[in-house]
């Protein structure tokens, strides 16, 4: 018998690789199989890190290269919709990581610009490859787009034309990014725009790209905001903002909005109400992010606006994704000397587990449209 059986049958003894094999195979997934959605395990080990340390475990042994998939999105989906998440034992880091975003305020003021720096602040040649013309780094919409161009502009359009844009209203945009939705409203609906954000990098670019119109991006902690505003939205945003934070966002929001005024919240949003931190994103994507569930959103708002319309479109972050991931591979030659090896697996393994939780159902994206009760209602577009 080759040493190579030998090594092969004494890994399928192993009663590591029997769970993974077992619980696995619920979701319609093989081991070293053939089909797009099998994991190639590269490393014996794979199996006990993964039951020992759950979902970082999982997701740094595929940035350590230890196992590969073809389409690691429905890899993801098929995992999901299986709920094989719940059937793994949680690692205590995990019960710890949990446990603090109960107990502490893990998007303080202090802690806020962490995201900023860390994600962000990645670095602009990364961006501009991976994203739209607009740099929109949310969910487009798809409805009646075929390019990522077009279905962010649908995006763009579709938040501009709910909040009832029209020349001479004043808008505060919350987490402005790299300042495509205010560069979009102002040129095109001719709104002065003020935009916010905790990153330096986005507030470079959305200077430049903002500078021949009416529209001023400040490096500051939405906390801060105090003036007057006819129009409030935020894209993005209200995933940092963190459970200790929602009662304070919305009474800032409702502090600089007037009376007669709406306000649009784009957010990623969980199923269940909970405090949404998965190991591997809080460690190496979106520090000390946190996805709200209807309830805590709806809990937060109540004492201060009137829900006039909520619009779920998750299905078309899957989409938007997935076209991220086929640009950021396509660049990856013209930026690879800028990174490691690591970071492109490590990124494409975000993309893709992002692409699978919302094709699952598993996550979702919103778009709430808040106002202190309109007379005879609101039309909403869609």
């Known amino acids: 018998m080759s040493s190579s059986c030998i090594e092969e049958a004494s890994v399928t003894d192993n009663e590591w690789y029997r769970l993974a094999h077992e619980m696995l195979g619920r979701a319609g997934i093989e081991i070293n199989g053939r089909a797009a959605c099998d994991i190639q395990v590269k490393n014996p080990d794979f199996y006990k890190r993964v039951f020992q340390e759950g979902s970082l475990g999982l997701g740094e042994s595929y940035m350590d290269g230890w196992w590969e998939c073809e389409r690691l999105d429905i890899f993801f989906t098929r995992i999901l919709r299986a709920g094989l998440e719940d059937q793994i034992p949680q690692h205590l880091k995990d019960t710890l990581r949990i446990l603090s975003a109960r107990l502490f305020n893990l998007q303080s003021r202090k802690r806020a610009w962490i995201v900023g720096k860390e994600h962000y602040d990645l670095g602009n040649d990364l961006f501009h490859r991976m994203l739209d013309p607009y740099m929109q780094y949310s969910c487009a919409y798809w409805k009646d787009a075929d390019t990522l161009e077009a279905a962010q502009q649908a995006k763009l359009k579709l938040i501009c034309d709910k909040l009832q844009l029209k020349p001479g209203l004043k808008m505060l945009d919350i987490g402005c990014g790299w300042g495509g939705l205010a560069e979009f409203a102002a040129r095109h609906y001719g709104v002065t725009v003020h935009g916010v954000t905790i990153s330096a990098e986005q507030q470079k670019m959305a200077q430049d790209r903002c500078k021949d119109l009416d529209v001023t991006i400040l490096l500051q902690d939405y906390r801060d905001l105090d003036d007057q505003y006819d129009r409030i939205v935020s894209v993005g945003m209200f995933e940092h903002v963190g459970p200790k934070n929602y009662n304070t966002y919305f009474e800032v929001a409702d502090r600089n909005l007037k009376p007669d005024g709406l306000f649009l919240l784009h957010t990623i949003g969980s199923k269940k109400t909970d405090n949404n931190v998965d ?14 569930s209807v309830r805590q959103i709806a809990d937060a708002s109540e004492k201060h606006f009137v829900m006039e ?44 587990a992002c692409a699978g939780a919302f094709r699952a159902r598993d996550i979702q994206l919103w778009q709430v449209l808040f106002s202190r009760g309109v007379e005879n209602g609101l039309r909403v577009a869609r």
């Open 309 to 352: 319309d909520w619009h779920n479109f998750g299905q078309d972050y899957d989409t938007t994704l997935m076209a991220w991931n086929e640009r950021f591979l396509a660049s990856w030659p013209e930026i690879a000397d800028n990174y490691s090896e690591r970071f492109r697996r490590m990124f494409t393994y975000y993309l893709n």
């Open 279 to 292: 190991p591997w994103i809080n460690k190496y994507i979106f520090p000390n992010g946190c996805l709200p």
